[in-house]
Structures are given as C-alpha cells and as structure tokens.
C-alpha cells in the first residue's frame, strides 16, 4: 500500500472527519477556542442539492460568536410566510418577528444548507483552515497518548496524529465504527420524497406551502436550488432493503410526483423536473457520544425524521459545545480533563434523546398512515381550520412552539459544568440554563446583552456593586462585563455556548478560580 509524504504532517489538535455543517462548524469553534484543525471530507465536491432548509433561533445564536450570523442572515429568509392548506381552506402564517423577547433572532430562517455550508467554509479558508475534500477516513484509534487516523486521499495514504478525532461523518459514520460504538433505534416505514421542479407561472411563489392529507403532508418551498421549488412529502417507503438512511436515493418519476401535487387538489402541473430522489429515514442514537480520543457530533451521533427541522440544527449545536471543551483543553489532554470532555456526551446526549421524542411525535403526526393520524389530516385538521387563526393570533402561543422545537429550553443543570457558588444568586439564570438576551447596562451604554457577549471565550457578568475578581483569573480566554442596570454583588460566569456554568451571590475568587479550571480556564487564560 503506497504511503504518501502527507505522513510527515505534523500533527495537529482536532481531526474533524466530515465538512458539513457541523463539522465546518466544530473546526470553527475549536480553532476560536486555540486549538489547531484539520478538516477532512471523502467527497470531491460539496453536496448538492440542499436537503436542510431551516435554521432555528437558538442556532443563530450559538454561531454569532463565531462572526457568521449576520453572512448567514444575508442569504436568510428572516420573514417567511407559509400557507397551510387543511381540505379547503386555507391558513395563512408568518413564521417572522414572533413574541421571542429574549433572543436575538425571533424567527424561524430558511436557508438552503448549500448556503450555510457556504458561509462556514469560507469563515474557516478567512483563518488559514481549508477543507481537504476527496480525503476519506479508513480507520481512527486511541493510541493512550492521542488519536490515530488512517486517511486515504489521491496522494496515497497517510497515518495522521492529532489529540482527538470528532466524527462528523454521517450516518454511516466511519469514526463511530472505528470507535465500536453502536447505536439503537429502528427505520421508518415512511420515506421522504425531495424534488426541484418548475410549477409554471400559474403558481407563482408566495412563501412556503402546506398541503394535509390522509396520506401524509406534502410542502412547497421557494428554494429550489435548479427549479423554482422544493418540493418535499411523506410516503409510506416503497422498499425496505438496503437503504442508505438519510440519502437521497434513486429518482422519483416525473408522473409519480405529479400525482402528489394533484392528490392535494392544487391545479398545478410540473413543466420541469430538475432532480428528484427518494430518501429512507431511520431514528436512532448512539449508545455514547465518546470514546477515549474519538467523538461524535451530528448525524453521526443521531438521526430523526425531518420533522421539525432538526438534523442541521442539532449538529451545529452539537458542535457548539464540543469545539469550544477540545479548544481549550488541546494542549493539556489528559485525566485532569475527563470531567470536561465526558460532559460533552451527559449534556448532548440527553437533549438528543429529547429531540428524539419530539420528532417522533411529530413525525406520527405528520406522516403515519395509521388510522388515527390519516384521519387528524384528512377530517379533523380540516373540521377544526376555523379555529386556528385566533390560535396564531395568539402570539405567546406560537413563539412557545417555536421555542420548543428551536432548542431554546434545553439545559445542563444535571452537567457537572452546572455550579452553584455560596450564597446562592437569587432570580438569575440556573447554572445549566441557556443565557437569555435582555437590555443592559454597562458603564453607560445601553445595548443588548447577546451582542455585548458576541465573542468567543468564558464571560464573567458581575452585578453592579459586585468586587472585581482577581486579575490571575482573567486572560485572553476571560472577559469581565460589569451590568450596572442589575445591582447586587453576584456573578455569573456564561459558557462560549451561552449556557450559565457558574452563580454566586458573591466574587468568591476560590470558587470562581475551581469552576473555570473545571471549564478549562487554565490561571493564565
């Protein structure tokens, strides 16, 4: 087997396997973080078309300190409207500017994850990262002292080290399988249809469209990447054997795509049928999200139905919060770090498997053909339409749906990372819970306290009358906010992904200094 000069490399923090978004995003965040990358990716050219077309608000927001939610925002639809269509009638909603006071992003975003995957790479070529296309992984390791990757490329084949291996790779994970990690869970009996086609002038776009019937839902949005719409529905799968979970599959005849459209009594005929394909769906999760070196993020570490939108959006945010544990901890791999690296799997893992839940429950909504959903579709959601614009109308009401299914409630309060110091802050954020945006105050300035902590690194918010801490435990990896609209004497340390870590009603520099050498603060920064 020919070796190749590429064995010579140094070796290097991270090996990210896999450049979608959430590998791209896990190289950004640990490389924000101090530690050096590496990006490796089997295939020669980026994917196409676009299979994920949402991005959620709790997504936005963990990227903005990684300076790509505005470029994001600008390939965005930031105001969306869709059209339920519930028998014969027809529900209008905006999905735009909802009742979220404490984010940022009150919205839900479509944007094609062609354009995400866009912006993330080119953030990372902006820091001297780029992605290594056409480079597969054969197998990785544990070696006691680091990691060890075997990597195939058409320059011959190279044994990589580096201080961990995070598998980005998909379903049929290479690092998850090197890693003997197995996964439980079971394959839809539903299948997802996806197609570009042209529907004419006669169906001009107007926002995303929503068709229910008995036999599952069919959705038109206007992002079609080689015709004007993306067509998406739900079927019962026509072959249950050797799929490819979460790819897109063999083509879909023009005529059979063309009596999804009629069976939701929409006068439109397809003139032009760009691409098409069937993809096999499957809901499972990983029995443990690491082990030793190795790591895994996204799809490699769970799968579910598309309902919700969640796959590209539990990826990013997986990445989130394992990039910025292995940047800080790179250069100091080792048994001091366990409980850092190990929080990784407690934190994630369980809001996987609450996801799970989610999407399986919308998923048996959206697509069973059993009788009791078929007939919610096809009689009840059309009997009880009338009733649902005064329930959109009821604004709290929608943005507490979109909170749910955008992540913004997920916590690490059982997360050895979750500390409360002595006395306890009274009416701050839980350690564990996500930080919410508000107006503060500081020196001065009135701003917004999301785009004050737009930065990477652990953030110390001290209230007004609070002492300073010492200045051994600030650094370069530490920056201290004085809010001096909130007064009291407390603290509140906020993880790089925005979820409180440490509260004191005090600066107990003791404490203080134990919780961010638990966070990988070393003294010096």
Same mark, same amino acid.
């Given at each position: 087997m020919a070796h190749t000069d590429r064995a010579m490399m140094p070796p290097v923090d991270v090996l990210v396997v896999g450049a979608g978004t959430t590998g791209l995003t896990l190289a950004l965040q640990a490389h924000a973080h101090g530690a050096s990358v590496r990006v490796v990716e089997r295939r020669p050219e980026p994917f196409r078309p676009s299979r994920a077309l949402i991005l959620h608000p709790r997504t936005l927001e963990v990227l903005r300190p990684l300076g790509v939610t505005e470029a994001l925002l600008d390939v965005a639809d930031t105001a969306p409207t869709a059209r339920v269509h519930l028998g014969s009638r027809v529900v209008e909603a905006g999905l735009g500017d909802l009742a979220l006071p404490d984010t940022a992003f009150p919205q839900l975003s479509l944007v094609r994850q062609a354009h995400v995957e866009s912006v993330l790479t080119r953030a990372l070529t902006d820091r001297g990262v780029a992605v290594e296309r056409g480079t597969e992984l054969l197998t990785a390791r544990d070696d006691g002292h680091g990691a060890r990757a075997v990597l195939r490329s058409a320059h011959g084949i190279e044994e990589a080290r580096c201080s961990s291996v995070v598998g980005c790779d998909g379903p049929a994970s290479a690092v998850r399988e090197s890693a003997g990690i197995g996964w439980y869970g079971r394959p839809y009996a539903e299948e997802v249809i996806l197609a570009d086609v042209d529907l004419g002038s006669a169906f001009a776009p107007f926002g995303a469209q929503v068709f229910a019937g008995r036999d599952g839902l069919l959705f038109l949005f206007p992002l079609g990447e080689q015709a004007p719409w993306r067509l998406l529905a739900t079927r019962t799968s026509a072959d249950?054997?050797?799929?490819?979970?979460?790819?897109?599959?063999?083509?879909?005849?023009?005529?059979?795509?063309?009596? /999804?459209?009629?069976?939701?009594?929409?006068?439109?005929?397809?003139?032009? +049928?760009?691409?098409? *394909?069937?993809?096999? +769906?499957?809901?499972?999760?990983?029995?443990?999200?690491?082990?030793?070196?190795?790591?895994?993020?996204?799809?490699?570490?769970?799968?579910?139905?598309?309902?919700?939108?969640?796959?590209? @959006?539990?990826?990013?945010?997986?990445?989130? @919060?394992?990039?910025?544990?292995?940047?800080?901890?790179?250069?100091?791999?080792?048994?001091?770090?366990?409980?850092?690296?190990?929080?990784?799997?407690?934190?994630?893992?369980?809001?996987?498997q609450g996801r799970m839940v989610l999407?399986?429950? *919308?998923?048996?909504?959206?697509?069973?053909?059993?009788?009791?959903?078929?007939?919610?579709?096809?009689?009840?959601?059309?009997?009880?339409?009338?009733?649902?614009?005064?329930?959109?109308?009821?604004?709290?009401?929608?943005?507490?749906?979109?909170?749910?299914?955008?992540?913004?409630?997920? @916590?690490?309060?059982?997360?050895?990372?979750?500390?409360?110091?002595?006395?306890?802050?009274?009416?701050?954020?839980?350690?564990?819970?996500? /930080?919410?945006?508000?107006?503060?105050?500081?020196?001065?300035?009135?701003?917004?306290?999301?785009?004050?902590? *737009?930065?990477?690194?652990?953030?110390?918010?001290?209230?007004?009358?609070?002492?300073?801490?010492?200045?051994?435990?600030?650094?370069?990896?530490?920056?201290? /906010?004085?809010?001096? @609209?909130?007064?009291?004497?407390?603290?509140?340390?906020?993880?790089?992904?925005?979820?409180?870590?440490?509260?004191?009603?005090?600066?107990?520099?003791?404490?203080?200094?134990?919780?961010?050498?638990?966070?990988?603060?070393?003294?010096?920064?």
């Open positions: 249950g054997s050797g799929r490819d979970f979460g790819q897109p599959g063999p083509a879909v005849p023009r005529a059979e795509l063309q009596r /999804l459209v009629d069976d939701t009594g929409l006068e439109a005929v397809i003139e032009r +049928l760009a691409w098409s *394909a069937r993809v096999p +769906l499957q809901c499972r999760l990983a029995r443990r999200f690491r082990r030793g070196r190795l790591f895994l993020a996204g799809d490699a570490a769970h799968n579910y139905s598309p309902a919700t939108g969640q796959g590209m @959006n539990a990826g990013i945010q997986d990445a989130v @919060n394992l990039g910025w544990k292995l940047g800080l901890t790179a250069d100091r791999l080792g048994p001091g770090t366990d409980v850092l690296l190990d929080s990784y799997d407690g934190e994630r893992r369980s809001a996987a999407t399986h429950a *919308a998923f048996w909504a959206e697509a069973s053909t059993g009788r009791v959903p078929s007939w919610l579709r096809a009689v009840g959601a059309p009997w009880a339409a009338p009733l649902v614009p005064a329930l959109l109308d009821r604004r709290r009401l929608v943005a507490e749906a979109v909170r749910l299914i955008s992540q913004l409630r997920v @916590n690490y309060r059982r997360s050895p990372l979750s500390v409360d110091g002595t006395p306890r802050l009274w009416g701050a954020p839980r350690p564990g819970d996500r /930080l919410p945006d508000a107006t503060v105050s500081t020196d001065g300035t009135v701003g917004r306290l999301h785009g004050l902590l *737009a930065r990477p690194g652990v953030h110390l918010l001290l209230q007004r009358d609070a002492d300073p801490p010492p200045d051994v435990l600030t650094g370069p990896r530490v920056t201290v /906010l004085r809010l001096t @609209n909130s007064p009291g004497r407390g603290l509140l340390a906020v993880r790089p992904d925005g979820h409180v870590g440490f509260r004191c009603g005090a600066v107990d520099p003791a404490a203080l200094s134990a919780w961010l050498s638990l966070a990988g603060v070393t003294a010096a920064g």
